[in-house]
């Protein structure tokens, strides 16, 4: 009789870890567009659950308030012109923000710069400034170096997020509205380099011809 309940319970233990072994792996819950939008309370954990780049930009826009940042709006969701923010700094120089929540395996790419850059004279405003919860492609980061575009990455990100939480807001400004990176290199040092596109002859012969 102790032999079969030995088996019994041999057996409940190995059900038990034969259902730990199979058990699916739990899934975060998104972050739900109906859950109040707190900078005081949300992380990047957080940010990475939001399913929608909207709630990014609520997001981003609370947090520019709570920061002191007073004439700080967002901007429409349609015909935006390529801005989801728009804030005067300290210096009182008007900034246009484009956010980008992406996946960490998803680098902003050349378009983001692209659009904020482009839409700084549609709103008179002096600098560009593109925040993201990813990084940035190596293309993206060279032509926001040649036009002067800020770009504040996932590191950037969860240093402000640690910064704002510990109220240490200036820290913050600092961040957001540090230089940005400037590359020294010109379309005359590619052409020097010997990096310029291959010629089309063809297309000069016909020139040449005058055709």
């Known amino acids: 009789m102790y032999i079969f309940m030995i ?64 004439d700080a709006y967002k901007t429409q969701d349609s015909r935006d012109f390529g801005a989801d923010l728009v804030f005067t700094d300290r210096d009182g120089y008007r900034n246009v923000i484009q956010a980008k929540r992406y996946a960490i395996t998803n680098p902003v790419g050349l378009s983001a710069v692209q659009e904020v850059y482009s839409c700084m ?7 560009s400034i593109v925040i993201t919860s990813s990084k940035y492609t190596t293309s993206c980061e060279q032509l926001a170096s040649f036009n002067g575009v800020k770009l504040l990455d996932r590191n950037d990100l969860i240093k402000m997020i640690e910064l704002f939480k510990a109220q240490q807001h200036s820290k913050v400004k600092d961040i957001i509205e540090a230089e940005p990176y400037l590359s020294l290199e010109s379309w005359d040092d590619y052409r020097n380099n010997d990096k310029l596109i291959k010629k089309d002859r063809k297309a000069e012969k016909l020139i040449a011809s005058g055709n």
Not at 15 to 26: A, D, G, M, Q
Not at 121 to 127: D, Q, T, V
């Open 121 to 127: 004279r549609y709103y008179r405003a002096k600098k």
């Open 7 to 70: 088996i019994g319970v041999i057996t409940v233990l190995i059900v038990l870890v034969l259902l730990r072994l199979f058990k699916k792996p739990s899934v975060q819950e998104p972050y739900k567009v109906t859950q109040d939008i707190d900078p005081y309370i949300i992380g990047i954990n957080e940010i990475d659950r939001m399913e929608d780049g909207k709630d990014f930009e609520m997001y981003l826009f609370r947090l520019f308030l709570c920061l002191g940042y007073g």
